[in-house]
Nanobody, 119 residues
Framework: QVQLVESGGGLVQAGGSLKLSCSTS?????????LGWYRQAPGKQRELVASITGVDSTNYADSVKGRFTISKNNAKNAVNAVYLQMNSLKPEDTAVYYC?????????WGQGTQVTVSS
């Protein structure tokens, strides 16, 4: 059974940094399509922030390139965590951030963690 649990959100001033963590279970490297971070601001659609494949190929939204870094931690053939290091945060980065896993045709989501950037 796949489970995703986010942590690390909070309140930070503009220009600051936060690191989000997503503890994962039930994911093997061989079954994984992508792990990703999405975000949803009030009144807006959920959008992809960054993603990483089983072989560590990464993809970023244009708005976060050069500021955010996605990474994951493997233990033997299992993935046990995915991270999002967020630097030079801006007020427009304020949103609920969700961890996502795509495995074959299935989509799995965490419960979300709030990130608020004050100006």
């Amino acid at each position: 059974q796949v489970q995703l649990v986010e942590s690390g959100g909070g309140l930070v001033q503009a220009g600051g940094s936060l690191k989000l963590s997503c503890s994962t279970s039930g994911i093997t490297v061989f079954r994984l399509s992508t792990l990703g971070w999405y975000r949803q601001a009030p009144g807006k659609q959920r959008e992809l922030v960054a993603s990483i494949t089983g072989v560590d190929s990464t993809n970023y939204a244009d708005s976060v390139k050069g500021r955010f870094t996605i990474s994951k931690n493997n233990a033997k053939n299992a993935v046990n965590a995915v991270y999002l290091q967020m630097n030079s945060l801006k007020p427009e980065d304020t949103a609920v951030y969700y961890c996502n896993a795509k495995i074959n045709t299935m989509n799995y989501w965490g419960q979300g963690t709030q990130v608020t950037v004050s100006s």
